[in-house]
């Protein structure tokens, strides 16, 4: 049985990311991009292909990233012996001959001795194939038409994929691995003595990044690790953020919503770049919106709801057969039916990203042309049903949550670009804007609850409504506070913890993150700023020992469900911590 999602941490060189279990193994990389297919997949099929170094013997296990880095220790404390493995993936590989991708794993015995049982099991595709490997350049060379990897170790070990064999280690000895990847071009090996040297050098890199957040509230430690996350999720070469590097964990154990994340939400990237802005990190803004700019070139005025790396279309989805799932949970799917969605929330949050950044620089045309294609087309289209924030499938309605969102998008919009728009532009935006209110208000308000709903005819509720957008439509404090309480009462589940909509519906999934942190700033901006504070400490100490967080959490165990580390969740926290500073300091 593959471990609980919790037990996995992630190392990754914002190219591709890797899951490394506390028993010591990587149970899932995808090469050479977060987007390509795995070679090491156990994560989601039990026989599948791994990467192993595990004490042998029962153990106590201790874990940490190295500072603020992406660097991941882990010690196992023997009755015979303390091991410490220390692994990452080199970041900055833009000085000297490198391969594209560099991982890093080096055991060392710090007291008694230990067995350690090694295996290297590398297989692409879903389920993998078997490799052809030879031994040459003091290693183990396996490829696989354009993609070639080599492994080198210090000491030298005899390898063979597939199988496992142990290695007797006493204290002051250490064993390192250093995997080399190629796509395209000559392959590169690395010596293990030097790729630690980079492993350090990346480290150094991470903390120098860390350092330069301008966040200074009291859970630093989990807005920083949250940050660091987002950066690493992101595709250096094109700016893409990556909602997660996984697909197909479950939403409920056994269940069938298991989605292939592996790709670039505008709106989560959007909620991910208010967090950087938020915290002093405007490269990282300015990439993704150039990379926006230009996979929207094709589509625009329509904005895509996913896009893969490179800025096309995201891929169709497929069922993979010939897989276990994750503890049964089935199917695996490779692509994402959503890309063909109607979502009108998107531009929302696009926009109000884009807002943002201009209240502290001047943008550019394209930029602003941008904007203007959005709004424009929410104009044409917020009267149409759509898919919504939770991406329903064959249920398109008037969600009140996209209403607000597409008022937004208007609101936002007649921001940015008021002497760069025409008069008609901005005359017609303004008179959609107050169309759109009006509607909200008129269908989306139940005046005998009070509160707003899930959508227009509906007595629902839904947790999206305690996002900001709903602070910045709304300015009635008693009409917040009665629709806050509304869904707390039915869709919390005690503590931070919410659905996102009815329970009868809900119960087939946990409780979406996401949400617990919108509460706390909806909290923070009705000035319950105490309380706000306590459910905050909550939420993020739901996060694992390195400080990650899941998509969703079983309420009554406690268990992570859904892909994994999301950015979607860490993005919000960092959101809601910077709600909570400002509040503080005013």
Not at 148 to 155: F, K, V
Not at 309 to 333: A, C, N, Q, T
Not at 381 to 388: H, K, S, T, V
Request: aromatic share 8%; with cysteine.
């Amino acid at each position: 049985m593959q471990p609980p999602i919790a037990d996995y941490a992630l190392i990754g060189d914002t190219r591709t990311a890797a899951l490394c279990s506390k028993s010591g193994s990587i149970d899932w990389l995808c090469l050479p991009r977060f987007d390509s297919d795995p070679v090491f997949s156990r994560l989601i099929d039990d026989s599948g292909p791994h990467f192993t170094l595990r004490p042998v013997g029962n153990a106590e296990v201790e874990r940490r990233y190295e500072g603020s880095s992406t660097v991941l220790e882990t010690t196992y404390r023997l009755d015979t012996g303390v091991v410490r493995l220390r692994e990452g993936m080199v970041s900055d590989l833009s000085a000297g001959l490198l391969p594209q991708v560099l991982l890093v794993r080096d055991l060392e015995c710090l007291s008694g001795q230990a067995d350690i049982a090694v295996t290297f099991d590398l297989r692409p595709g879903l389920p993998g194939r078997e490799l052809r490997c030879e031994h040459r350049h003091g290693g183990l060379v396996l490829v696989d038409g354009s993609l070639a990897i080599s492994l080198c170790s210090a000491p030298a070990l005899d390898l063979k994929p597939g199988r496992s064999r142990d290695v007797a280690m006493r204290s002051g000895e250490r064993l390192t691995f250093a995997l080399s990847v190629a796509h395209r071009e000559p392959l590169v090996t690395v010596e293990p003595a030097h790729a630690l040297r980079l492993l350090n050098e990346t480290r150094a890199w991470w903390e120098k990044w860390a350092e330069e957040i301008e966040y200074s509230g009291a859970h630093r430690d989990a807005v920083v690790r949250s940050l660091v996350t987002l950066r690493l999720l992101t595709y250096s070469p094109s700016g893409a953020p990556v909602a997660s590097p996984t697909t197909s964990l479950p939403e409920r154990l056994g269940g069938e919503r298991n989605w292939d994340y592996r790709y670039a939400w505008p709106r989560d990237a959007s909620i991910g770049i208010s967090g950087f802005l938020g915290a002093g990190k405007k490269p990282e803004c300015h990439a993704f919106l150039n990379w926006l700019v230009h996979a929207s070139r094709l589509s625009r005025p329509q904005l895509g709801v996913l896009y893969n790396l490179d800025g096309r279309d995201g891929p169709k989805e497929h069922e993979m057969v010939g897989l276990s799932g994750y503890r049964g949970s089935l199917p695996v799917r490779r692509g994402n039916g959503a890309s063909g969605q109607l979502q009108l929330d998107v531009y929302g949050w696009v926009v109000a990203a884009v807002a943002e950044l201009s209240r502290s620089e001047e943008l550019n045309n394209e930029v602003m042309g941008m904007v203007r294609d959005f709004a424009d087309y929410v104009c044409e289209n917020w009267r149409r049903p759509d898919a919504g924030i939770w991406e329903r499938r064959n249920d398109e309605r008037h969600w009140v949550h996209s209403k607000l969102m597409a008022w937004l998008t208007l609101d936002r919009a007649l921001e940015v670009a008021p002497q760069k728009a025409s008069q008609n532009n901005r005359q017609r935006w303004t008179r959609e804007r107050i169309a759109l209110a009006e509607e909200i208000v008129r269908s989306g308000w139940d005046p005998l609850r009070q509160t707003y709903l899930r959508s227009y005819g509906s007595t629902d509720l839904d947790a999206s409504l305690l996002s900001p957008p709903l602070f910045a439509f709304e300015k009635d404090p008693q009409r917040l506070e009665t629709t806050v309480q509304a869904i707390r009462d039915e869709l919390g589940t005690g503590g931070p913890l919410l659905y996102r909509y009815r329970r009868a519906e809900a119960e087939r999934e946990g409780a979406f993150l996401p949400c617990s942190f919108w509460l706390v700033q909806a909290l923070t901006r009705l000035g319950r700023i105490d309380e706000a504070e306590t459910l905050f400490a909550e939420a993020c100490g739901l996060a694992n020992d390195v400080g990650l967080l899941p998509e969703e959490i079983d309420p009554e165990t406690g268990e992570f469900l859904g892909n994994f580390p999301l950015a979607f969740t860490h993005a919000t926290l960092v959101q809601a911590a910077l709600d909570l500073e400002e509040a503080t300091r005013k």
